[in-house]
């Protein structure tokens, strides 16, 4: 996927569309660097910001097998404020020792502009290490991410008895370099196939907007949906 | 099944080493039994040896329960013989650990009065036989000279060490073996052997001292990296590498500054050791003062693990392009602390805070007790968990019934898609009295989902009726 799509040694921002979309924006990084760490075997940095709200919620270990992704493939690091997950992060992106590192930082960052991101986005060329910046719902910065994405949960298919079903995330790409912007998508995540499906219940769009799909060929199960946000 | 040992109460009922376990029970209905674990009594053996080595430094295990100490020229530290010997029984009665000790002039003769010398003998734990006590007056037995061996001295007639000891030799070595001379030489003092004190490999050290003093951190690092390559050279030659590296610096005025780092594998890389101590210094609340300067440095090894030479042909094109994480981890945690560098862990339980919990990568792994996912099967269990459980007013249709809506944190959510309940049950088993008191509540989990599509895991705790009245529920997680 991040083969054809997103460039794999680059610097991604990731947003929360919406408040109480952190968990979607979060979930949709950590696949991206789980698709990663599964084509290489090197494992994946998770830089967090321990502060506010995140707080009082951990990682939970169950949840990320649930998704298919090797919670022993992850070294976490709790940190306290932006300062330290930036420097820890582009630490790790030029390490070189993992390939992804997830940049996970709370509200506004003043520190993260272009000068940051740029760094950030020579060291990942330079390692071969994909970046990504997972940040809540807050205003952008000026960024030399490669692209970004404002992420929403979506209406899950629903499975037996209107049970949710598996995760699915409504994206939009709201900047690119070099590219045109604005694009959605409507992926499911497949654990057991391990990659997107683009929901067949919407129309895919005619030009993708990448070097590449982003999301595999539409397989496996079909589903309803009641809504489409990002329709 | 046999007994191999037994406390002071179970000998004070008659019971015997070598009975058939059944017997004893059939006597001492109550008797309480655990299996014979050698290795573990060797251990335990080793680690009091240790310990007494803060009395002598000529300490040998006498296994399987006895321990020798040369406390030649020790006991004046601790007060005479007497005083030291009350100092030792209480430290080890505070163990919970009977003691017989005895002293004498050789260790076979110390031996022997320790084990033959006689507790029957109103000998109380902690009293000491007076060391002008007659080895001569134990029974033959004490010649520790195997069974066979002393059941012919006992059949020729010796029933104590004075009945041999008042023969000549020659003959009793014609008869019973030189060994047995041997040994009756050594119990008598005769014969000195000596103890083989146990011994610490020496710790690895490297110092350096200037005739002027240095207070330049570069020039600091300089010295610190030749020390580091010193005590690499030392390492290499046991084949070991350090867990954790400390430095001090010494200031002119007598002041010591400490530097520690650990590593999170045994390393001897003086690069890797440099880098951490490099970034151990930039991260110091109080940067380095060298006032005046330095006037030495000294580096010590004080945890080392066995690390084994690796061929550097084959794998140095792998090192290169694939860096092992642990270096930069190790990094890491020296900058922000080891609590801040985590990996995924768990136990094996269905309390979901058990579950998945989160270590310090230095702490040794706990593999994953969670079977594999279904397939086909959504997420059950969240990617985020709250610690604590948030409290969300919720509306169901009736009390014991699935959510319909939700408010959390000010905000209402209308409930699209639910699954449940998954009911968990409390812990009673960790609870004192079990079932019999009050076990704490059960929890009933729902994976629900609101009409925008975010997902929820909630919780009612208490069963409705059975346990509560008015169950209050929770958001436990958040899911994908």
Known sequence: MLGSGLRSDGLHEIHAAGNGDSPAALAFALLIAHLRHRAD???????????GTASRMRPYGPGLADLGIDPAAIALLHLPDGRAVLRAGLDAVRDGSASAVLIDVQGRQPLLDLTATRRLTLAAAETDTTALIVRDHAAPNPSAAHTRWHVAAAPSAALEADAPGAPAFALTLTRQRGGREGARFLLEWNRDTGCFIDRPDRPRPATLPLSGAVAAPATGRTGTTRRDRAA | MRIAALDRRAERLGLEPGMMLADARGRVPGLAAIPHDPAADAALLDRLARLCGDYSPGVQTDPPDGLMLDITGCAHLWGGEAAMHIALSRRIGALGLTLRAALAGTPDAARALARFGGPDKAMPDHTMPDRTMDVRALPIEALAAGEEKVGALRRAGFRTIADLAALPSAPVAARFGAE???LLDRLLGREDPHIVPLSSPAPIRAAMRFAEPIARTDSILDVIEALVEQAATQLAGRGEGGRAFAVQLHRSDGHIARLSIATGAPTRDPALVLRLLRERIDSLADPLDPG??????????????????RQPELEAHRERTRPDIGALL????????????LRFTGEDSHQPEWAGTLAPTDR?????????????????????????????????AVPDGPPRRFRWRGAAHHIVRQEGPERIAPPWWRRKG????????????????????????LFRHGLY?????????YVHGLFA
């Open chain 1, 41 to 51: 075997g090197r494992p994946i940095v998770w830089a967090r910001e321990r502060r």
């Open chain 2, 180 to 182: 047995t001379v041997r």
């Open chain 2, 292 to 309: 005046f300067g330095y006037d030495s440095i000294t580096l010590a090894v004080p945890r080392t693990e066995p690390l084994f030479e």
């Open chain 2, 330 to 341: 190790d990094r890491l945690a020296v900058r922000y602390g080891a609590a801040s560098v």
């Open chain 2, 364 to 396: 040794p792994p706990s593999p994953s007790a969670r079977p594999a996912p279904e397939p086909g099967e959504p997420p059950l269990r969240p990617l985020l968990l709250f610690d604590p459980p948030q409290p969300v007013e919720v509306l169901a």
């Open chain 2, 434 to 457: 079990g079932h019999d008191i009050n076990p704490g509540l059960s929890r009933d989990y729902y994976r629900v989902e609101d009409e925008e599509g975010r997902r929820f895991w």
């Open chain 2, 465 to 473: 009726g059975r346990e509560t009245g008015a169950p209050i529920w």
